[in-house]
């Protein structure tokens, strides 16, 4: 039975040391196991996974550092396909942020999601590509890939009164970039009452540490795992409620 994130692997304080340290290799390796390679040399290199009971071809493009599979996302994919009973995607409103390659948003299509996949304009046609190969004829929604600048005309694009998200996903969208806080405004925009976001993070600097204190003052936030291996922890968070209650 492969190993469940946030369940039966996590860190509860009777594990000494060495059981953490198993408990992370162990999980580093059941991810680490999704992911295959062209048997022989291509004329287009890709990589391949497995979620969804599905294998999936993911094609880079190096030109372009958004469009980089990181880590977290295979983190990310793995953390839904195998609890699929905890986060049940079936017809759920789904947006990503910062999608790049899309194989979060094609694991999350192939899990019965409705899903917008949203990056920069110059990240769309590799991310348009990925998402067409690998879900066509094959998910219940047809994934729409759109557009969406961090903290511009969200109300415009995403108006609140129309644009309600079951989940928001976002993986490895926090960086040595100039954007943060027009990332935070996108996500308080997008996070209504009733929506969840899923977000995997890999840390780097201290600059990341800063913005994950800034997120939780704003965000209900709970730390589903911890992977030290690779450095990466998964975040659930949902909108804060006002105690003083509604304006």
């Known amino acids: 039975m492969e190993t469940q994130l946030g369940q039966s692997t996590g860190l509860t ?4 040391p060495a059981e953490d340290v198993a408990v992370d290799a162990e999980l580093e390796h059941a991810i680490m196991e999704r992911r295959f390679c062209p048997p022989v040399i291509t004329t287009q290199m890709w990589e391949g996974f497995t979620y969804a009971d599905t294998e999936i071809r993911i094609t880079e493009s190096t030109g372009c550092y958004g469009a980089v599979l990181w880590p ?3 983190v990310m994919c793995y953390l839904l396909d195998v609890n699929r009973d905890k986060y049940n995607l079936t017809d759920k409103n789904v947006i990503e942020l910062g999608a790049g390659t899309g194989l979060v948003s094609i694991v999350t299509s192939l899990l ?3 899903v917008t996949s949203t990056d920069l304009p110059n990240i769309l046609g590799n991310l348009q590509y990925n998402v067409s190969r690998n879900t066509r004829g094959r998910c219940r929604h047809t994934p729409e890939v759109t557009e969406l600048i961090w903290g511009q005309e969200l109300e415009q694009r995403f108006p609140q009164a129309s644009s309600h998200f079951d989940y928001i996903l976002a993986a490895d969208v926090v960086y040595a970039h100039p954007y943060l806080e027009e990332l935070m405004q996108t996500f308080e925009h997008l996070c209504q009452e009733g929506t969840q976001i899923l977000w995997a993070m890999r840390f780097r600097l201290d600059k990341e540490n800063t913005f994950v204190e800034r997120f939780q003052s704003r965000f209900q936030v709970e730390e589903v795992y911890n992977l030290p291996s690779l450095c990466i922890k998964l975040y659930r968070a949902w909108k804060r409620v006002d ?3 509604p304006a």
């Open 13 to 16: 304080p009777t594990k000494t």
């Open 72 to 74: 977290s996302a295979s």
């Open 112 to 114: 019965g999601a409705k």
């Open 243 to 245: 105690p003083r209650g």
